[in-house]
């Protein structure tokens, strides 16, 4: 099947500080590709839907000036944490949809202290 | 009310066991229906879809009642390997996005 790489894998940093997230599809293009947050014990929840060339479309009560995604190819999304909060410590996990389905990648862990 | 509501569990069954998850959604233009599995602190995997004529892969059987807007996972045979949380998922056809439910966790015991 289709293979969505995430990098890193798992990230610290200190409040303040801004981190980046790239999400790549290895063998196909994606021309959409999502970004979802989990907390502990919680479900998926969508934070935005990115398309290539455009601007991203964020789900309600997702901050898009401190959430920053760039679709800049059809294999490349990123997405930006500035400013980062202990509270958005979270399990960031992006995925790439082709025609048939959608893929996710390994996940991104961030702590932030 | 939550678009993909579960029984979060967990459900503590021995090998061998046959268990049930059952799910269900609110939001009648959902389209498509998924189940999947989710090992901890791992990205959610497609276990399979989920059709209105039931459809079953090995051990697994997976069932749509549209009617009454739930679906069903039936795992036979439970085996250790099985244990994971198990996500109901829906598309809805509006906004063609996946909605998540919380998980139902499976711990399989020897």
């Known amino acids: 099947g289709a293979v969505v790489s995430q990098h890193p894998s798992w990230v610290i940093c200190k409040s303040g500080t801004s981190v980046k997230i790239e999400c790549r599809s290895l063998d196909f293009q994606a021309t959409t590709m999502f970004w979802y947050r989990q907390f502990p014990k919680q479900s998926l929840m969508l934070m935005a839907t990115?398309?290539?060339?455009?601007?991203?479309?964020?789900e309600q009560g997702v901050e898009k000036d401190k959430f920053l995604i760039n679709h800049a190819s059809l294999t490349l999304s990123t997405l930006t944490v500035t400013s980062a909060h202990p509270e958005d410590s979270s399990f960031y996990i992006c995925s790439a949809r082709d025609h048939y389905e959608q893929y996710f990648g390994p996940g991104t862990r961030l702590t932030v202290t | 009310r939550k678009e993909v509501e579960q029984d979060p569990g967990p459900f503590n069954v021995p090998e061998g066991a046959t268990v049930a998850f059952n799910c269900t959604y609110s939001n009648s233009a959902s389209q498509s229906f998924f189940w999947y599995r989710q090992d901890c602190r791992k990205e959610p995997k497609l276990l399979m879809s989920?059709?209105?004529s039931g459809n079953e892969d090995g051990r697994f059987t997976a069932q749509l009642n549209r009617a009454s807007q739930y679906i069903s996972l039936l795992i036979r045979d439970s085996k250790l390997s099985d244990s994971a949380t198990y996500l109901c998922v829906v598309n809805n056809l509006n906004t063609d996005k996946l909605i998540f439910g919380t998980g139902t966790r499976l711990q399989v015991f020897p």
């Open positions: 990115s398309n290539e060339g455009s601007k991203a479309t964020y």
């Open positions: 989920v059709y209105s």
